[in-house]
């Protein structure tokens, strides 16, 4: 490893369901997982200790102040000076940390993730290539719909209240808004092989 060099930190950002995590894992593949520290900006979720389970559901997750974006900013600059750092393990079903924690060793780059972390100007600054996936809202609603039933312990109902109450308006008022600071907007997310290839080529010659 060349520790003379500061690591290269890549952020992909973009609504729910919109392919941020699918264009995250053909990073990881094509630069290589051996090169690659990965924090998903949805393992740093707050604690919601006080509140009893059924309450726990009602709160707003798409809200910046519901992600301790603060550790999340401590252990990039921890990465950038090339010491490893304790992820969060969060639990969606039960909405809390699990209180285990994956060791994530500093690499060469490190890949964030999520809906709000572009909506961060601390955050913002510590990015040096910023992807946004654009993925129109009623693929992205049917995608979250899928995926809560089947991974999230969800019921459609309580997915449907989610996104009229909290998902969509945080999306139009924080996420949609950050857009404008992508330096690459990637349609159609993972299975765009023209920017994917133009992404990978970039980092490959920053590396
Ligand atoms: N371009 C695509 N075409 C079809 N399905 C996709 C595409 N990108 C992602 N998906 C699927 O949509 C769902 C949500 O994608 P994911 O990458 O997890 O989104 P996000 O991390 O932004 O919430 C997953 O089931 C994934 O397999
Ligand atoms: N306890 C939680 C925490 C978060 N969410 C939702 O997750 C979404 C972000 O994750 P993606 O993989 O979809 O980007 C966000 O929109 C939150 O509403 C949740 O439902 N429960």
New binding site residues.
Partial sequence: MNYSKTPLVVAIAGG??SG??TVANVVLQRVGPQRISFLPH?AY?RELTGLPPAQRALVN??HPDSLETELLIDHIQQLKNWQAVDLPVYN?TT?SRTGETVRVEPKRVILVE??LIFAEPKLRELFDIKIFVDTDSDIRFIR?LQR?IAE?GRTTESVVQ?YLT??RPMHLEFVEPSKRYADVIIPEGGLNAVALDMVIARIESLL
């Fill in positions: 729910s369901g941020k995590t949805d979720y997750f798409d969606f909405h999520g809906i979250r809560d999230r989610q909290t998902v």
